[in-house]
């Protein structure tokens, strides 16, 4: 079993910026892909960024490249992601995930992943 704990989010303006983190226990963390993805009210949960084990490879969803920053720290257990320039539409519940990982690799798809988090809520004002 793998536990994700993300924390970091709130309520920002828009062009703000946050670090949102997933504290991971349980297993060995550099064994497992990472994952970010978000669920605003209403719509169906989406991808926004991953990173594979070693942190050598990342993937983004168009919506938030060069916004979204998805980086690893394997001594710590942690994965963040980095989010610049919020947007209203940003706002939404973002959760963590992992998948045991046997190579480099990154996973975009949700049913992918095995753990996910509770997540945590960013809400962007205008």
């Known amino acids: 079993q793998v536990q994700l704990v993300e924390s970091g989010g709130g309520l920002v303006q828009a062009g703000d910026s946050l670090r949102l983190s997933c504290a991971a226990s349980?297993?060995?963390?550099?064994?497992?892909?990472m994952g970010w993805f978000r669920q605003a009210p209403g719509k169906e949960r989406e991808f926004v960024a991953a990173v594979s084990r070693s942190g050598g490879s990342t993937n983004y969803a168009s919506s938030v490249k060069g916004r979204f920053t998805i980086y690893r720290d394997n001594a710590k257990s942690t994965v963040y992601l980095q989010v610049n320039s919020l947007k209203p539409e940003d706002t939404a519940v973002y959760y963590c995930?992992?998948?045991?990982?046997?190579?480099?690799?990154?996973?975009?798809?949700?049913?992918?992943?095995?753990?996910w988090g509770q997540g945590t809520q960013v809400t962007v004002s205008s």
């Open positions: 349980g297993r060995t963390f550099s064994n497992y892909a």
């Open positions: 995930a992992a998948d045991r990982a046997f190579t480099d690799r990154v996973v975009t798809t949700g049913p992918g992943y095995e753990y």
